[in-house]
């Protein structure tokens, strides 16, 4: 946590999310009053997605029951109303992510579509043939299969920056994979199946020091740390809306205005032009440009309500919270002889993958599943980070403001469970 | 509501710890590799063809307990049966390990494969319940090709 939060007013407000209050903050979830097989839910899948508050419920319902209407499209109330909240929301996470312009935040389904995005859009046109890009060696599959198709289509050559054991980048081979062919970095902020936090900024100001323009992949990242694309300096920034507490569907890519301008359309079809004949079109400014058809308009107001959850915590006391719960998980599982973590970095938000000795991690979930407890298992999208460290597949606690110490409690007594199984 | 010990079962337990016929087939004519991508699953299958009967059988590979155990006591059940034995087990097993949940089909007929029920009630698993077997199928079909239960 970087910036200190400036909502003073909030702050002397009598809120119980802003004294954070863990069981406070668990009634506002209601997924999190479920019974799973008979026990409490003990949800730790929150790489995955997270839950729902029910504002953001809530705010889609009345949507759909009070708003709905087309956006940008009708003269009509509903219509007007609907495109007002629709863009308030854009305003909302332009404030969130503190982007200059509203205009450099572009709908989209999330993560993946973004990054595609940017690949098939900046990069058709600026990769050539013999150019490099450079990604990390701790990627989402969503940050590498997108370089990787334009690579081959464009004959340019993708490199990766190496990690060390303890799952950090090594910055050092970063700085000798810069050279005047590389034309673009994407990085991962927070990876999704190790915990680490990058040092971005730094990757940034290497790349920047030659012109190079670097996409971030934050789908791990906002919902853990503050995220400040202007103090960042990156140039694209991307991430999904359901893993920071809003609806599936939807998501965010923000790019630098000059950047976006010159990009040419990534779809085409209404809403993303300025005027249609059969002989030429005139494309809208930017974002519409980007943002061709009905978009996800329920979504984007969801998400905007998520944004708005969010601001009444105190993030400082969250990222307090979740540290509580990194640090408590990693002396409780270290405690059990069988487990090995994978994924030391020094700078790590709070997710645990690990590996059990001779016990696959399918079968780790599965018993823990009995017990209520859902964690994540397998290679998580990231399969070179598997064969990095040379295992098939990990399990993987990951935990959100909502948890708590006594879900890890649950979550150790299970990994003993799963001994006894298997013993 | 479906309790662990039907999924986890002792023989499946005991062929997980002890796997049989856990080893490279020296002078097998047929063979197969099978791997979920989803779970890192991932099993090679080795079988000695004569005359149309399985005269030898093995696996190797790394994999969960269910798709250990599967391969081991795959082995051991189609070791001497002729290929149109083991096509017709193979269909048996699959409708052991998909059949509706709740639908009641008789057991009793199944033999060891009945321990394998308990994993129509876990969706997530019937892949790795089934990847043996279906790279039994390549293997005698001498499809050397990777095969895959995605
Ligand atoms: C680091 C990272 N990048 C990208 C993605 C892709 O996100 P989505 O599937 O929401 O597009 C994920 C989600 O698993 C992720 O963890």
């Known amino acids: ?45 929150n790489a995955a997605t997270t839950q729902k508050p029910l504002s953001v419920i809530d705010t889609i319902k009345d949507y759909y029951t009070m708003l709905n209407a087309n956006v940008h499209r009708g003269v009509h109330f509903l219509s007007e109303q609907a495109t007002l909240a629709y863009e308030e929301s854009r305003l909302k996470i332009k404030e969130f992510i503190n982007a200059v312009s509203a205009c450099e935040i572009v709908f989209v389904r ?69 050279n005047e062919k590389t034309k673009l970095v994407a990085v991962v902020q927070i990876s999704n199946s190790l915990g680490t936090i990058n040092p971005v900024r730094e990757i940034i100001v290497k790349a920047h020091q030659r012109n190079i323009p670097v996409l971030v992949d934050g789908a791990q990242a906002v919902s853990h740390i503050k995220v400040d694309v202007q103090d960042l300096d990156c140039d694209f920034y991307v991430f999904s809306g359901h893993k920071l507490f809003g609806p599936t569907g939807i998501g965010i890519l923000y790019g630098k205005a000059e950047l976006l301008q010159e990009m040419p359309p990534y779809q085409t079809g209404g809403d993303m032009i300025r005027m249609v004949t059969f002989e030429k079109t005139i494309f ?99 399969q070179p980070v598997m064969q990095r460290f040379c295992i098939p597949a990990t399990a993987r606690a990951s935990f959100a403001f909502y948890n708590t110490k006594e879900e890890i409690d649950k979550l150790v007594s299970g990994i003993y469970k799963v001994i006894r199984v298997f013993g | 509501m479906s309790e662990l010990s039907d999924l986890y079962q002792e023989v499946i337990l005991d062929h997980n710890k002890s796997p049989r016929n856990y080893r490279k087939c020296e002078n097998c004519n047929h063979d197969a590799e099978g791997y979920n991508p989803l779970c890192g699953d991932h099993i090679f299958i080795y079988i000695d063809l004569e005359d149309d009967k399985i005269k030898d059988i093995s696996f190797q590979g790394s994999g969960c307990a269910i798709s250990k155990s599967s391969a081991s006591l795959m082995t051991t059940i189609l070791k001497g049966k002729t290929k149109k034995e083991a096509e017709e087990l193979f269909s048996k097993f699959h409708e052991v390990v998909t059949s509706k949940i709740g639908s009641e089909q008789d057991l009793s007929n199944l033999g060891k494969l009945a321990v394998f029920s308990g994993v129509r009630d876990y969706p997530a698993r019937v892949k790795c319940a089934s990847l043996a077997w279906h790279t039994m199928l390549n293997a005698l079909k001498d499809e050397k090709n990777l095969s895959s239960t995605e």
């Open chain 1, 284 to 382: 809208n400014d930017i974002p519409n440009k980007f943002e061709a058809g009905t978009p996800n308009i329920a979504g984007a107001i969801g998400l905007g309500a998520a944004i708005d959850y969010l601001k009444y915590l105190n993030m400082n006391q969250v990222a307090k919270h979740e540290l509580d719960l990194l640090e408590y998980s990693t002396l409780r599982l270290s405690e059990i002889e069988q487990v090995k973590i994978i994924g030391n970095a020094k700078n790590k938000a709070s997710l645990i993958s690990f590996v059990l000795e001779n016990i696959h991690p399918h079968d780790i979930g599965t018993i823990l599943d009995s017990e209520g407890i859902a964690i994540r298992t397998g290679h998580h999208c990231t």
């Open chain 1, 1 to 45: 946590m970087n910036k200190e939060n400036t909502q003073t007013v909030l702050e002397l407000s009598e809120n119980p999310l802003r004294n954070f209050d863990v069981e406070k903050i668990r009634q506002d979830f209601p997924i999190l009053q479920r019974m799973i097989k008979g026990k409490p839910l003990v949800y730790l899948d």
């Open chain 1, 110 to 178: 999330g993560a993946t579509e973004a990054i595609n995005l940017v690949a098939s859009s900046y990069g058709r046109k600026n990769i050539k043939e013999g150019d490099e890009i450079i990604i990390s060696a701790m990627e989402h599959h969503a940050n590498i299969v997108p370089w990787q198709m334009l690579c081959e289509e464009k004959k340019a050559k993708l490199r990766v920056i190496p990690m060390t054991d303890d799952a950090e980048l090594m910055l050092d081979e970063y700085e000798k994979l810069l």
